[in-house]
């Protein structure tokens, strides 16, 4: 590993803040990006694709439901990574 | 010849299509003020590219000044933004509201957009298939900038900024697509699928044009000076728009040349609008051609000095001076005759003619009556 | 009302359809689509037209055996990519199927409109290796680099069928952008301006779309299975669709074949999201194409949907076609189960499907189907085209932007609205 973990959670923010369009400030780790963050299931799209360029990995279409929030994408972008 | 008068709006027939309404976001700069007083001082709009762009088949550039996409938009949704879509938005503001951002036109389910274009955002296109040839998996690409790239993202993106339902529509033809675009919301509003049309048409500036365009020009010749920008009108039936008609459109022709004489082909076309609009040659009051720099641009401007008075031809100065702004080119020749005609009371009444040659073949002619802006 | 009778009863010029042109993954040339289309046939088949290598996919409905030189005879080499070919071999074929001539063609005024999403977006990636492998952008080819735009789909044909007398308009309004060009042909013809349109849509299959619904997750792993509960996405597709839209009065004084009669078309635009289809949308354009048709929903025989394959696109469009037709609605087909998603050519492909299925008597089928998802509870014809006495037909239509296009087809001379 060649990152410690929380600095991956800090960058995975930043990539979510720039994909879903909203200020790093407003993103906690837990806010939930449709109901409370006015994005759309399409943005998160977006996201996947981001994390996959970012890390060189592939993300099954099918755990983008998963992906609600901070949290919960960098868990599927773990298991995707082997972290 | 003597002045005619100028036409009372109640003399036109009420299916008459008018333009109540413009607005330019021009290498002379954001608005229409801006682009009015570019084009009445005749001013050069060529700069130095900005470093951003890279290398260039050419320094110079006609782009628009002080361009600042989230400045102008916001920063919500623009920073994935396409150059092509962020034109066209800023210059539907700019038709569409009023200083303080408030709605400035009546809009309804039935109010139709339809944006003349080229090829789209063609550097999104590019930058879109150049990271699937380059990053590690063909996949890789920024799935956040894949709607900019679609061809009718910018008319659509416009209809969702304004709440626009009425048909939308994209129409590619270079430029010609300004005059094509103008035709197809002239023949939607008479068939009753719209009540008022946002109709203009659009392009950026990017590396990706500036090569396919220095490419595609013939052995020996320079690449082309290239402008950018968007035009649009409000066109409503006269007997139906809110605002005072600035112009009349009396009619639009087109053709295309299938013998590379376009020569013949713009004259033929110029001939039959004129015709067709119960215009005499000799009564065309500005004729503002394409100015494109090509052997079909000069053919074009030798048709109307063929056929116009010397001094229409030189009433409005010559869309050279905004570089080549392909698609966008046909609205800026409208915007620019309307500029002129609006800073002389003599023009009331008068004809204008605008025309435009397309190097895929495309030719349109459109005349216009002018008539006047009320204070 | 006599059936010749040359304006409808809304006073308005009445449109029919004289040729139709079509180049597709299923056959080319209207008898061999003819028979695809009741044969249930699948265009799928590996991709040859790029390196798919490192996609995981490599399936699209690719055209097999198009032959641009038994159909191109007047364009200079080079003039157009595979689009444009596409688009100009189907107009050629359908003046050919409408018995027009170039002499009856010539200096006629007439609107020649091509719908396309890409246009030659595969040559624009062609350039774009060019220029990779040579480092620089004056790697690239000057022939490429003069075809890409657009516009030149519809002036190619002008060109290729010496027409000079035309106004050549592209519609790029994407995936709904073939019914868009029909209609247009349609207003066109009305308006009294001119009486001949020659109409449709072109694409080909390219590494711009094939990359985009692969990144957004809607490229379907094996084949397209619509309003199936385990539809899994898109194929891309290609080819072109071209009508010859005459009016009546010019298609009986030369004593044409009318297939079909235009009725009526509907534009609407969502104004809500770039990508995502909207349901009030799709219904707004439905309920507009019926009454400019003049159409009552129960005379409608069966719909020809947008139907991609797509989880979102199935589920919305039925939920539309639910809004406007309530729980009876008519049975629904998704050609695209067979030609994939052809993208601008689609909707002229449906078209064309549609007046073919009017003038043959036959409801083509929705291929490749297992069990109708309940979200979309529609007949879809699984599987087997059925006969039927077929009138009146809407073809749906929806695109990026928001773009939602319905056309309304009928069997001329039997006017229900009468």
Redesign the interface.
Known sequence: MTTAAPERLTRIREIIAENIDVDLERLSDTALFIDELGADSLKLIDVLSALEMEYSIVIDMNELPKMVNVEATYRVAATAAGW | MSNATAVPRAALPPDTPVITGWSAVSPYGIGREAFAAGVRAGAKTAVMADAAHGTLPSPEVCTVPGFDVQELLGKRGTAKMDRLTALTLVASDGLLRDADGEPAVTTDDLTGVVLGITMGSLENVTDFLRQSYTNERPFYVDAGRIPFGSLNHAAGATAIRHGLKGPNTTVAGGRAAGLLALNYARRLLGQGRATRYVAGSAEEFSAAHAWYEATAARPGEPAPLLGEGCGLFLLEPAGTAERPPLAAVLGIETRVDIDDDPFATAGACARRALERAGVGADEVWAAVPCAAPSDAGRAEYEALAALVPAEALRRVPSMELLGDTSAAAASFQIAAVLSVAAADPDSRGRAALVTAVDRDGAVAAAVLRLLGEDA | MTTTASTDRAGQRRVVVTGFGVISSIGTGVEEYTEGLKAGRSGARPITRFD????GQNTACEVPDFEPERWIRNLPSGHVGRAGQFAVAAARMAVEDAGLSEDDLADRPAV?TVG????E?HD??V???Q??AAGD??G???VL??R?????L???I??EL?????????????CAAGN?SIG?GL??I??G?VDLALCGGADAVC??AF??F????ALSPDVVRPFDKDRGGILTGEGAGILVLESLESALARGARIHAEVLGYG??????????PNRD?IA?GIRLALDDAGVKRQEVDFISAHGTGTKANDSTETAAILDVYGDAPPRTVAVKSMLGHSMGAASALGAIACGLAIEHGFIPPTINHRETDPDCPLDVVPNEAVTADVRIVQNNSS?????NAVLILGTYGEKVRA
Do not use: Q, W
């Open positions: 798919t290598e490192g996609f020649i396309t999403t890409d246009g977006s624009i990636a350039l774009l290796e220029e990779l952008p004056e690239m080819d000057p680099a003069r890409i735009y657009a516009g030149r519809s002036t190619a002008a060109r010496r027409m000079p007398n035309v106004e050549a308009t592209t519609v790029t309004t994407a868009y247009y207003d066109a009305r308006s301006e590494r711009k990359a985009l692969k990144r957004f997750g534009l609407s635009c969502d104004a809500a999201h770039p990508t995502a949308g707004r695109a990026f932007a928001g773009n």
